[in-house]
């Protein structure tokens, strides 16, 4: 079914009994050409563009869980390009400009709103790294502008510019073309998509082994829904990439950290864009629903709990309330964590592996959910003709042996 | 927050004391002149990252500021042991090794 004008009138004067699911959930086939490991926003787009872009149309895409209940569902949906490298911007801006367009793409409202993603600085160093970024920025042609604490203001007017609180604003890198998106129509939009062009979408479905023949080369998997064969095999399993890769005999340099994010109690509308913070580790904006979505950074130690620590999530809400004092008497109704699988140069790994037939896409880290569209546009393409994306090229596995890192670690601290 | 036993203190403490310091008992390659590439970008950048069992150092930052190694399990984030820097991992069946009698969720 078309979501259209007419479908919406129609179904709601014939009292809505007439939606359909919007994708199947099929038995598993003996066999496909190609598996994804992962039905999240990345793994799903994946499946789409092979579909939609390479003909590959006998795909699954298996998910341990329910589709988009990860990360998808888990993060605080911010959308920005303003990243320092080259290689990084060229990835980040590839999906930015896929973005604009999603909505119409998919025939689903993803509900892209382009608000402008503002990012403080608070320190002489601050504002020395933030004015260089905006310069690589207008280099490589990413819109990103200066502004001055009091047109920080203007453009967020519940933001604090006194002069004297602990890390007062010296003024801010606004990226007027970066916003938010709903998280799970995402997910729901690419599923829906991939599953019309024929690819069956296996829930409930985790890989516990990966086949191989005496050549070494993938041969499919096995899961709990039993084996599944196939001559290529697409890992995008976040923070479980580690554990999917290990069936392999494939150690990754990943490591997986829980995230944390956290929503207030649904207010008016106070807060016209997103803002960012960096050095505070604090960021923030207001979701349609009208609350406000908070985000922290990543707990010091390894886990796959899905929780982390509540002094993590209180050392942000001392920065939300100082840089927004108007936030201080709002409650928070919900806190939860999700697992970031994150590399040692905070830049992602996309492409092929030491084993024939297998593919990842992982170190996303702490900020994927902007590279949604993008990383699966670019994944397929390197599954498709087996050669990395031109854009995908520099994030291979092999740069960590090589030593060409993409080193957004230092260009970005800790949040994304 | 995490509750650590420092094995130099002695003491239970609350994790902001504490500093995580990344997977334990990583040897460095050596010598250096006769390391291969593929040596120096697994002792730097490969990690078991496993679900389940994790052999980790901590450092007691804000306490008595030394280095030691404890093992954690990364699904429950339970403390199985932690023992002094330079001591051997404890095996899985030693005293202080049994599995957590309730998992955190």
């Known amino acids: ?416 | 927050m995490l509750l650590i036993r420092c094995p130099y203190c002695g003491m239970d403490r609350p994790e902001i004391e504490f500093r995580h310091a990344g997977a334990a008992h990583i040897i460095r390659p050596g010598p250096p002149d006769r390391v291969t590439d593929e040596e120096w970008a697994a002792f730097l950048y490969l990690r078991d990252n496993p679900k389940g069992r994790v052999a980790e150092r901590w450092r007691h930052v804000h306490g008595c500021g030394r280095f030691f190694n404890a093992v954690r399990d990364t699904v429950t984030d339970v403390f199985v042991a932690t023992y002094k820097a330079g001591e051997p991992r404890p095996p899985e069946s030693a005293p202080g090794a049994s599995e957590p009698t309730e998992a955190r969720p």
């Open chain 1, 1 to 416: 079914m078309k979501f259209s004008l007419f479908s919406l009138l129609h179904q709601g004067l014939t009292g809505n009994q007439g939606w359909q699911p919007q994708w199947r959930d099929p038995a598993p086939k003996p066999a496909y050409d190609v598996i994804i490991v992962g039905a999240g926003g990345h793994g799903l787009a994946t499946a789409y563009y092979l579909a939609k872009e390479h003909g590959i149309r006998n795909v699954a895409v298996l998910e341990k869980g329910w589709l988009g209940g990860g990360n998808t569902g888990r993060n605080t949906t911010i959308i920005r390009s303003n990243y320092l490298w080259e290689e990084s911007e060229a990835l980040y801006e590839h999906s930015v400009k896929l973005w604009e367009t999603l909505s119409h793409e998919l025939n689903y409202n993803v509900m892209h709103s382009p608000r402008g993603v503002m990012m403080l600085a608070h320190s002489v160093h601050d504002v020395q790294v933030t004015k260089r970024h905006i310069h690589a920025n207008r280099l490589a042609g990413i819109d990103n502008e200066w502004l001055t604490p009091e047109q920080a203001k203007e453009f967020c007017p519940i933001l604090n510019i006194s002069r004297d609180i602990r890390y007062p604003i010296l003024g801010a890198a606004l990226q007027r073309r970066g916003g938010v998106a709903r998280h799970d129509a995402v997910a729901w939009g690419y599923a829906r998509g991939a599953d019309r062009l024929g690819v069956d979408i296996l829930q409930n479905c985790e890989v516990t082994a990966i086949r191989r023949d005496a050549s070494g080369r993938v041969t499919g998997v096995e899961t709990t829904r039993g084996p599944i064969a196939a001559r290529k095999v697409g890992v995008v399993a976040a923070g479980h990439t580690s554990v999917v890769m290990g069936m392999a005999g494939i150690r990754m340099p990943l490591e997986s950290f829980p995230l944390q994010a956290l929503v207030s109690e649904p207010v008016k509308p106070v807060m016209p864009c997103v803002v960012m913070s960096n050095t505070i580790h604090a960021y923030m904006s207001q979701s349609d629903k009208g609350e406000l979505v908070i985000g922290a950074g990543t707990d010091q130690y390894t886990s796959y709990s899905q929780t982390g620590g509540l002094h993590i999530s209180q050392h942000t809400l001392d920065a939300i309330c100082e840089l927004f004092p108007m936030t201080r008497r709002l409650r928070m109704l919900r806190n939860w964590g999700g697992i970031v699988d994150v590399t040692p140069d905070r830049s992602p790994i996309i492409g092929r592996t030491p084993v024939p037939g297998l593919y990842v896409n992982c170190g996303w880290g702490t900020g994927g959910f902007k590279a949604t569209p993008g990383s699966g546009h670019v994944f397929a393409a390197t599954i498709a003709r087996d050669e990395p994306h031109p854009i995908a090229a520099p994030f291979t596995l092999e740069r960590f042996t090589t030593g060409r890192l993409i080193d957004e670690a230092a260009a970005a601290a800790v949040a994304h």
